[in-house]
């Protein structure tokens, strides 16, 4: 059974008998104690895995029907809420706050037999591009323990590509979810905004996050988005479209596609040469296979990072005003001050400095006389932006790119200067600002050793079609 | 544009966060590099673009008006930092 392979196959040989959960749960808990010093889990569920596996076993057993996840082992990323567990953002400010529910995703995944199995380590409040910021120590990637395993979902990533649990939930922003998908080496998938429920997943920017998947394969992510998407009533901005089976989607009957690719993405100089060569050589195999693929002006490519960090930094400082040290969180221990100074103090020793600096930024892209100069001017842009995709995709199936310009990192590399960091995400934010789906696909492999991804969009709620022309893509190499 | 101390000092108060001396020099520094790196957006052309306010199509999502979804005082009031099984308590802020 080990190494996991498919969440059909190890379905297949619980069915069959060959493993039951409790094995299943027993082996990545092992794993995860050989790993810990990657730092991919703030806090492992060990016994509540195993009575989980042992109540699952006992379902199969006696007949009755079983989940879509069944005995599935998930690890979740530390910003969505796991009703009576702690979520902390992977902040001193909430380190010891409990979840009194759960997030609508964590429900759909438990409704269908998955077993939770810990929660990943992260950069603070989703914020970051690398797991160096967050309260609890950086994730290290497997691949190479001195580079970093991208970021904000760096644990999530980890998990799965060090084997620690099969598939795992991490959130994307602005490409948190895809960047580090593509620097640990396995599949990274971004929903369209609205596809599943943000409810209980800790805000960062409400009009960009959404929960992703980490998986080995496509079919895997496919199934496990088919269980988290859907309508919520604790969501009004999640889509009232209906769910298609995504798993039993995925062929795509010999379909050529039409894809297009931005000219500016590839000569963009911050790319690395050879991950430039890798994906036009790419590029080349895919029109030999009869598929077409055409270079297209995207004059904003420079533009888009910006456009990101305005409207995040807004949406993020006022989302953080939330924590005040009063209903929740850290509270200072400064005594004989008045609230406001509270308040201050409280936020100033719990949020940590990249937390601090976002929260400065959208406080001041908000504020009066900025305001229009800086906020209404972004939001002009990611109209611009929005626009163009339905061009685009009036015109073509896809939009693929590198994921990222460069492969992962060595820690301390990038973290002194926070716009540099920032650029790491030129190709990733775009999909967030338009709302589309998006998948970082693992399929190449640079001579530095580390791997790296293909970035696959598609128009919004063609979910069926990204994970169709992913299958493609997958096999293709 | 300069970030000036002014600045920063008030963009604090209004984040409800403070800086020691040496911090402020740091964050100072990198609102900055910041706010230089955001202001590139000025060499686009926006003239008569209607601002994007709203991301989906999902407005106006109506149900019926039946109390659910809430969740119990005992619950709420569990994370608190101050304990009480009534109210939300902050340290005494009224000086006589």
């Known amino acids: 059974m080990f190494p996991f392979s498919s969440i059909q196959a190890y379905q297949n040989s619980l069915s069959s008998g060959i493993v039951t959960c409790v094995d299943t749960v027993t082996h990545y808990l092992q794993q995860i104690g050989n790993n810990q010093q990657l730092n991919a889990f703030i806090e492992v569920f060990a016994d509540e895995a195993l009575e989980a596996a042992s109540l699952l076993d006992e379902k199969r057993k006696q007949g009755k029907p079983l989940g879509k996840l069944h005995g599935v082992v998930v690890a979740i990323k530390d910003v969505i809420c796991y009703n009576g567990h702690k979520v902390s953002a992977a902040s001193k400010m909430i380190e010891n706050f409990t979840s009194i529910y759960h997030a609508t995703a964590v429900e759909k995944l438990l409704a269908e037999d998955a077993i939770i199995i810990g929660r990943n380590n992260c950069d603070e409040f989703a914020m970051g591009s690398s797991s160096e910021n967050s309260a609890f120590g950086v994730v290290k990637n497997a691949l190479d323990e001195s580079r970093v395993p991208g970021g904000s979902s760096g644990g999530s990533a980890v998990a799965v590509q060090a084997g620690m649990c099969m598939v795992s939930l991490g959130s994307d922003t602005g490409g948190s979810v895809r960047q580090p998908a593509d620097f640990c080496g396995i599949v990274g998938l971004k929903p369209s905004y609205g596809r599943v429920s943000r409810y209980g997943l800790i805000a960062y920017a409400s009009s960009f996050d959404q929960i992703g998947i980490f998986a080995n394969t496509i079919e895997d992510a496919a199934l496990t988005l088919e269980v988290i998407a859907g309508v919520d009533d604790y969501d009004s901005t999640v889509s009232q479209k209906e769910v298609p089976s995504y798993a039993a989607l995925l062929d795509s009957d010999n379909k050529k596609y039409k894809l297009a690719y931005f000219k500016e993405a590839l000569e963009n100089e911050a790319l690395d040469a050879e991950i430039k060569q890798q994906i036009l050589s790419f590029i080349a195999l895919l029109k030999a296979q009869g598929h077409t693929v055409e270079p297209i002006n995207f004059e904003w490519l420079d533009y888009v990072v910006p456009t990101y960090y305005i409207l995040t930094t807004a949406e993020a400082s006022s989302n953080l005003s939330r924590f005040d040290g009063v209903r929740f969180g850290h509270q200072t221990a400064q005594k004989n001050i008045d609230l406001t100074e509270l308040y201050k103090a409280s936020r100033s020793e719990g949020f940590g400095k990249e937390v601090q600096r976002r929260i400065m930024l959208g406080t001041f892209v908000l504020s009066s006389g900025y305001y229009d100069a800086y906020f209404t001017k972004a939001q002009q842009v990611r109209q611009l932006l929005y626009q163009r995709s339905k061009e685009i995709f009036a015109d073509y199936d896809a939009i693929i790119s590198p994921t990222v310009p460069a492969t992962a990192w060595k820690f301390g590399e990038k973290s002194d200067n926070p716009t540099a960091m920032y650029l790491a995400d030129i190709y990733t934010v775009f999909a967030n600002l338009v709302g589309i789906p998006a998948v970082s696909l693992p399929l190449f492999k640079h001579s530095n050793s580390m791997p790296f991804g293909l970035q696959v969009m598609c128009s919004h709620f063609e979910e069926v079609h990204l994970h169709q022309l992913s299958k493609v893509l997958m096999h293709l190499k | ?96």
């Open chain 2, 1 to 96: 544009m300069e970030v000036t101390e002014q600045l920063v000092d008030k963009l604090a108060h209004l984040s409800r966060l403070r800086f020691s001396a040496d911090e402020k020099i740091a964050i100072k520094n990198d609102l900055q590099n910041m706010i230089g790196f955001v202001q590139k957006l000025n060499e686009v052309d926006t003239t008569g673009v209607q601002p994007l306010l709203h991301m989906g199509d999902a407005n106006n999502v109506f149900r019926a008006d039946e109390l659910k979804g809430s969740v119990t005082r005992e619950a709420a009031l569990a994370n608190a930092p101050i304990p009480d099984n009534q109210f939300f308590k902050v340290p005494k802020v009224i000086k006589k």
